[in-house]
């Protein structure tokens, strides 16, 4: 759940980073910010149960998912060939590591 709950902050907050216009926007900076200290502290909740890297993994690749998803919604951001193929390889990384590795924390 702490994972789950820090990439959906890291998203927030990314997709805020954009409307913030280089932090001259007060609004989207503050959620910006907010955003991104959550989800470093759910994120180091997750540490206890999943290894950093597998975690850090986890984080950012499902991440970039979802804020490719909410680009092409909110800023009309569609990826082209080479990203949606970049994005399945995310995909299938994040599955292999999911099904085969036996790391602990």
């Not at 998803?69 to 193929?85: E, W």
């Not at 399945?88 to 790391?103: D, E, N, Y």
Request: charged letters at 10%.
């Amino acid at each position: 759940m702490y994972l789950l709950g820090a990439i959906l902050a890291e998203t927030i907050a990314t997709t805020f980073l954009k409307k913030t216009e280089q932090f001259t926007k007060l609004g989207p900076s503050l959620v910006t910010i907010l955003g991104y200290c959550i989800a470093f502290y759910l994120l180091s909740h997750t540490l206890k149960a999943i290894p950093v890297g597998v975690a850090y993994g986890l984080w950012s690749a499902i991440g970039i998912v979802l804020i490719v998803i909410v680009s092409a919604i909110l800023f009309k951001q569609i990826p082209d060939l080479p990203a949606i193929i970049g994005i399945i390889l995310i995909i299938a990384g994040v599955v292999c590591i999911q099904m085969f590795s036996k790391m602990e924390a």
